[in-house]
């Protein structure tokens, strides 16, 4: 039916419609960084530049604007990029973007309204069901947007690829270029940057059943199908239970085993999890049991507990200590980690030596804009890391970036919110490069997931802790109830392969020039800017630099995009000789 409908409309086209009104509706390309609202005015750009890495992500929208009549009936299709190879298929990934009305800004000065953030899918990745993206209709005088995933394959051909994005309804037909420089580096299927963004499992039950408990196989197989989704988008979700559905040995290998192992057919082959945190009981025989098992398994080294939470708030100092302690002498070899406000508390309370990652608050990494460098900072974090060699800090973002509902601590903080700039969701993993920083921890993604398509306010802000939306049947068409991403899950997952770049550029051999494009982009964690086009320069800098290091003739497209968005340089005295090829 869809196929027949996408003939009829281009056959309107081709004999003829009636007169229609002027302006006409129209489609243009948009860069991934811009979030397209119901007052955007129509763009005149038709084409879009691309540059990605073999087995990475790139994504780009599509505008769309109803004109004076309307535009009903709404499909669009990308059918293949072609160039050396073919990129086509799975890899090709459409989705119609939804509005969240916002009735609480997240931030005193914001003004309510509707932003985009709900994804539904024309073919979703968990699956690969038909869901109901088209056709859909743009109301007249507003805009709406179409957000298109590419996953170039691990085995494309490098080079140029080129393709269009049809856009076809109620006898209007239009057209987007897709431009795609395919570089010869292939992104690591596992992050790098290790994460632990948690999933409470009730949560999935409530919003795909009406109910906080559901049946067994339900249940493991809604927490399946996000962790799949998490580590498509390159985070690790851990499942969180009610104690008394905490699965078995026999239950969690055979649910989570082939994520944990990098088994499961993935679109990023061999992917997997990068953390496994303890969640059971404090108990003597648990925790040795868990240690035991884990060991036995090989997944000491990506293993955890966490005796505390934020203390003093969720947990007192005195119950860290005991936890930990308890952990060092049942599981010696299991570490632990701790959300806290700074190493300066952890030193103060004696726990820096019961400790192995340390999991700090963003907005306490340094002191606040107003108030003066905090003295020691760096060096006390560099202590912490280079005293043992299991240490680890981590960074998270909690309600504290855009106030919990009081006071705002400013408003140049990276946020996961749904009515901020697109630039701060991709921000994260830049800090945690200039920092030193090794992962990333967030508290909760489902935590308004039931009403996730209309109402996502808690804690002050919206989408704190929801970052996918439920895709139920009803909801999204097709057999089988699944999860949906959100704008904001697209972009971290930009930053967690900004991160990737940073990376191999630093150990290719110019990790001060890593280093000095990050802080051009971002000087300090209160500093993010709003512009997303700053971000992908950025990236594709470090795309060029890598190349010249790796002796590889860097594209002209490279070039000719980094002309025509001039930016500052990096420092002369940043940059080192390039590696001569081999």
């Known amino acids: 039916m869809r196929a027949l409908a996408w003939i009829i409309g281009v056959l309107a086209l081709v004999l003829g419609m009636p007169a229609r009104a002027d302006p006409a509706p129209s489609a243009w390309g948009v860069s991934a960084m811009e979030k397209v609202r119901p007052q955007t005015a129509p763009g005149l750009g038709s084409h879009v530049q691309l540059f990605a890495a073999r087995n990475e992500f790139v994504s780009f929208q599509v505008g769309l604007h109803g004109g004076d009549s309307g535009w009903s009936g709404v499909?669009?299709?990308?059918?293949?990029?072609?160039?050396?190879?073919?990129?086509?298929?799975?890899?090709?990934?459409?989705?119609?973007?939804?509005?969240?009305?916002?009735?609480?800004?997240?931030?005193?000065?914001?003004?309510?309204?509707?932003?985009?953030?709900?994804?539904v899918p024309d073919t979703d990745e968990t699956v690969g069901e038909q869901r109901q993206a088209f056709p859909m209709d743009v109301p007249a005088h507003q805009s709406r947007?179409?957000?298109?995933?590419?996953?170039?394959?691990?085995?494309?051909?490098?080079?140029?690829?080129?393709?269009?994005?049809?856009?076809?309804?109620?006898?209007?037909?239009?057209?987007?270029e897709v431009s795609l420089t395919v570089v010869d580096w292939v992104m690591p299927s596992?992050?790098?940057?290790?994460?632990?963004?948690?999933?409470w499992t009730p949560s999935l039950c409530?919003?795909?059943?009406?109910?906080?408990?559901?049946?067994?196989?339900?249940?493991?197989?809604?927490?399946?199908a996000f962790v799949k989704l998490g580590l498509e988008h390159r985070i690790t979700l851990t499942s969180r239970f009610d104690p008394q559905d905490r699965p078995d040995w026999a239950t969690f290998d055979t649910w989570w085993g082939p994520y944990v192992e990098g088994t499961a057919p993935l679109r990023l082959p061999g992917a997997r999890m990068t953390c496994v945190e303890y969640s059971g009981a404090f108990t003597p025989e648990q925790l040795a049991d868990f240690g035991a098992q884990a060991g036995a398994r090989g997944w000491l080294p990506r293993a955890f507990n966490v005796p505390g939470d934020e203390?003093?708030?969720?947990?007192?100092?005195?119950?860290?200590?005991?936890?930990?302690?308890?952990?060092?002498?049942?599981?010696?070899?299991l570490r632990t980690m701790l959300t806290i406000s700074s190493l300066q508390e952890l030193e103060r309370q004696g726990l820096s030596e019961l400790i192995d990652?340390?999991?700090?608050?963003?907005?306490?990494?340094?002191?606040?804009?107003?108030?003066p460098a905090g003295a020691g900072?760096?060096?006390?974090?560099?202590?912490?890391?280079?005293?043992?060699?299991?240490?680890?800090?981590?960074l998270y973002q909690s309600c504290g970036t855009h106030g919990c509902g009081g006071v705002s601590p400013g408003p140049g903080w990276p946020s996961y919110m749904v009515d901020r700039p697109a630039s701060r969701a991709r921000a994260m993993e830049w800090i945690s490069f200039q920092v030193g920083a090794t992962g990333e921890l967030y508290y909760e993604v489902a935590q308004r997931l039931s009403t996730a398509w209309t109402d996502q306010y808690v804690y002050g802000g919206n989408g704190d802790g929801t970052l996918?939306?439920?895709?139920?049947?009803?909801?999204?068409?097709?057999?089988?109830?699944?999860?949906?991403?959100?704008?904001?899950?697209?972009?971290?997952?930009?930053?967690?392969?900004d991160y990737e770049w940073l990376k191999v550029v630093g150990d290719t051999g110019d990790a001060a020039f890593a280093r000095a494009v990050a802080r051009e982009l971002i000087p300090t964690p209160w500093e993010v800017p709003n512009d997303g086009e700053r971000f992908e320069r950025a990236r594709v800098l470090l795309i060029q630099r890598y190349l010249t290091l790796i002796g590889a003739p860097v594209p002209e497209s490279v070039t000719a995009y980094l002309r025509e968005h001039p930016g500052p340089p990096p420092p002369r005295d940043v940059i080192m000789p390039v590696r001569q090829a081999q």
């Open 75 to 119: 499909s669009a299709r990308l059918p293949v990029l072609e160039g050396p190879g073919r990129i086509e298929g799975g890899d090709l990934v459409l989705y119609r973007e939804t509005l969240l009305p916002i009735t609480h800004p997240s931030m005193s000065y914001l003004k309510a309204g509707e932003w985009p953030d709900g994804l």
């Open 145 to 176: 947007a179409l957000w298109v995933d590419v996953h170039v394959p691990m085995d494309a051909p490098p080079g140029d690829y080129h393709g269009s994005v049809e856009v076809v309804g109620s006898g209007y037909l239009a057209r987007v």
């Open 190 to 199: 596992t992050s790098s940057l290790r994460t632990n963004f948690s999933v």
């Open 206 to 224: 409530k919003a795909f059943t009406g109910q906080r408990e559901c049946s067994r196989e339900e249940q493991l197989r809604l927490s399946s």
């Open 311 to 333: 203390p003093p708030w969720f947990s007192t100092f005195d119950e860290v200590r005991a936890r930990a302690t308890l952990s060092r002498q049942m599981a010696p070899q």
């Open 357 to 371: 990652i340390a999991a700090v608050m963003i907005n306490q990494l340094y002191s606040m804009p107003e108030q």
């Open 377 to 394: 900072a760096g060096s006390r974090y560099a202590s912490f890391l280079t005293s043992r060699p299991e240490r680890e800090l981590w």
């Open 468 to 497: 996918f939306y439920p895709g139920t049947v009803s909801a999204i068409g097709g057999s089988t109830g699944v999860p949906l991403p959100s704008l904001r899950l697209k972009h971290i997952r930009l930053g967690m392969q």
